[in-house]
């Protein structure tokens, strides 16, 4: 695909953490011109083995921190980056020092399965906002102070935060968050931790101060389904690698894919960053694609959008409407909405009606709030056609807004149904010698049974030192 090679539409830093994340980084690494990197990216890891397996981030920009892994438990991560000072310190120095926000965008990768990856995005998020953009809020705030008097500034306070965020706004360094949610054979425990960070990222996401572009739930359980039914023709050794690829790919597709041009209607890259940076809310990415020959009039290619905006790339379904248990139907508010056409060569007599009949069905179908912007190349592309169609909405896939609690539920369920048993070591029989009576005389040897006898008795009546009793062995069922 040549378009490909054209300048990105927004400059982005990709900083991945974690195993998962970086990883993720590594394939934006991979993507050079002229021998030059197009995207600057950084690793951030637990521990010096992971970093090394990476293959193409420079490894000035990989920062362990040393701590031999956190055994896929955010919980844990969280308190050691809250509690270790040498280790919280060198996060922070990541963030502010390593990461140079001059790009547009500064996208944040991890798994959500994990603990390194879950737990220092999270701490991220507010270490970027401490740093970044909320000395802006402040540097604002305090030019509104020398405006006002003391006693009118005091008394509203928080409307001048307000005029001071709307003011500083401008100047954020947004940033844009791809995470992946883990498979359901991952567990329950993995299930539960994930649903708790999740909504933590979520709520920092809604929140317009934090500057969170966009977030991108990527479901892994989504990526294996597609990866095990592919195949071969996957070419992919996992689904973790096939999974990294494809949401590196769909997100440089159309980073570059928006600023060619050539045709009647071209995607303009102001445009789309306006969808990208502009509001919050989860970015929904589809592509689907056909062969030449599969295409033969404008009602073809306008299927091939409507198709791609009934599926996602990336994750399940979000639903844009429900109704509620008293019958009113609801909207998730949908902001600017982008089309993308590329079509091989050979249709290049085609036009761009096609284009205006996929938005007039997309208004239908979108509880819209913004603009549809749309635009086509025709370029060098396997000889297929692709409609990438791509917007921000205020809503979550369908497995993270409700299917990871039914998933854990139904693991707790089975849990309980489950009829454990209490294994001991058998014992090893020997010869029975309790009914010998030897008749033996001790006294000869010096004890004196009565002597023993009287300590036994008076060792029953002493009271029991509860600080040494033995609690080995206690049946706590």
């Known amino acids: 695909m040549s378009f490909t090679n054209n300048k990105p539409s927004i400059n982005m830093t990709i900083v991945g953490f974690g195993q998962a994340g970086t990883r993720m980084a590594d394939c934006f690494a991979a993507i050079k011109d002229s021998n030059e990197y197009v995207y600057n990216t950084l690793a951030l890891n637990s521990n010096d083995g992971d970093l090394q397996e990476l293959k193409y981030i420079p490894r000035d920009n990989r920062v362990s921190l040393n701590l031999g892994g956190l055994g896929k438990n955010p919980t844990k991560a969280m308190a050691i980056l809250e509690n270790d000072e040498p280790v919280r310190e060198k996060l922070k120095s990541f963030i502010t020092q390593s990461i140079r926000p001059k790009d547009e965008l500064v996208l944040f990768a991890a798994g959500l399965g994990g603990g390194t990856g879950t737990s220092t995005l999270v701490r991220a998020l507010e270490e970027f906002y401490d740093f970044n953009n909320k000395p802006k809020i402040i540097e604002e705030l305090k030019k509104i102070q020398a405006e006002t008097g ?28 791809v995470v992946t949610l883990p498979v359901r054979s991952d567990g329950p425990d993995v299930l539960r931790q994930v649903n708790e960070f999740a909504d933590r990222i979520w709520r920092a996401a809604k929140n317009p101060a934090k500057g969170i572009a966009f977030v991108i739930f990527a479901d892994n359980q989504y990526f294996y389904d597609r990866w095990k039914e592919l195949g071969p023709n996957a070419k992919a050794d996992n689904y973790r690698d096939y999974a990294n690829r494809e949401i590196c790919n769909l997100i440089h597709e159309l980073n570059t894919g928006t600023n ?198 008076k060792e029953e009546d002493e009271e029991i030192d509860l600080n040494n009793l033995n609690f080995d062995g206690i049946d706590l069922d």
Not at 151 to 176: C, M, T
């Open 150 to 177: 003391a006693a009118d500034f005091k008394a509203n306070l928080e409307k001048y935060k307000v005029q001071a965020f709307k003011k500083a706004q401008e100047r954020f360094v947004k940033i844009g968050v």
């Open 260 to 457: 060619g041009g050539g045709t009647s209607v071209t995607f303009d890259s102001q445009d789309f960053r306006r969808i990208v940076l502009e509001g919050t809310g989860s970015l929904v990415i589809s592509k689907d694609s056909k062969k030449v020959e599969e295409i033969n009039n404008v009602n073809d290619l306008k299927g091939l959008f409507t198709s791609a905006l009934a599926a996602n790339s990336l994750h399940d379904p979000i639903s844009l409407q429900e109704t509620d248990e008293n019958g009113v139907t609801q909207f998730a508010k949908v902001h600017h909405v982008g089309l993308l056409g590329v079509l091989d060569k050979k249709l290049e007599n085609m036009g761009s009606s096609f284009l205006d009949e996929a938005k007039n069905e997309l208004i239908e179908k979108l509880p819209l709030s913004g603009t549809v912007f749309s635009g086509y190349l025709q370029d060098k592309h396997d000889f297929r056609v692709s409609a990438y169609t791509f917007y921000k909405v205020e809503a979550l896939p369908q497995r993270l807004a409700k299917g990871l609690v039914k998933e854990y539920e139904e693991f707790v369920q089975k849990q309980k149904a489950v009829s454990y048993r209490e294994d001991s070591i058998a014992k090893i029989a020997v010869a029975d010698d309790e009914n010998l009576d030897l008749d033996l005389d001790l006294s000869e040897l010096g004890i004196d049974m009565a002597e023993i006898e009287a300590a036994a008795a």
